[in-house]
């Protein structure tokens, strides 16, 4: 059972910048998507980027310019950096991962814990 490691949030003021982390550990053979998921308070959680495995990304629109998703395959890592940080982008973040483990017969789902960024005005 893979279970993403995620690091890097934390409490920043509005316009600071925060750079996220997310490691598939194991013994894995190949990842396809990855992307980042956000949970605001109260609210349910939705996509925010995502990258193929190929790196083509894509962004919800509200974090268009602001958010930067990278991967590094050899490392079976994605980062999110985020900048000009606004209080709306507080909440939890969690790492989504479709990973082909050793051993597997088939494509599996995997999440991260989820890291809190706290956003002050």
């Known amino acids: 059972q893979v279970q993403l490691v995620e690091s890097g949030g934390g409490l920043v003021q509005a316009g600071g910048s925060l750079r996220l982390s997310c490691r598939a550990p194991?013994?894995?053979?190949?990842?396809?998507?990855m992307a980042w998921h956000r949970q605001a308070p109260g609210k349910q959680r939705e996509l925010v980027a995502g990258i193929t495995s190929s790196g083509t990304t894509n962004y919800v629109d509200t974090v268009k310019g602001r958010f930067t998703m990278s991967r590094d395959n050899a490392r079976n890592t994605v980062y999110l950096q985020i900048n000009t940080l606004e209080p709306e982008d507080t909440g939890v973040y969690y790492c989504y991962a479709r990973i082909f483990q050793s051993g597997d017969l088939d494509w599996n789902d995997y999440w991260g814990q989820g890291t809190q960024v706290t956003v002050s005005s």
């Open positions: 194991g013994c894995i053979v190949s990842i396809a998507t």
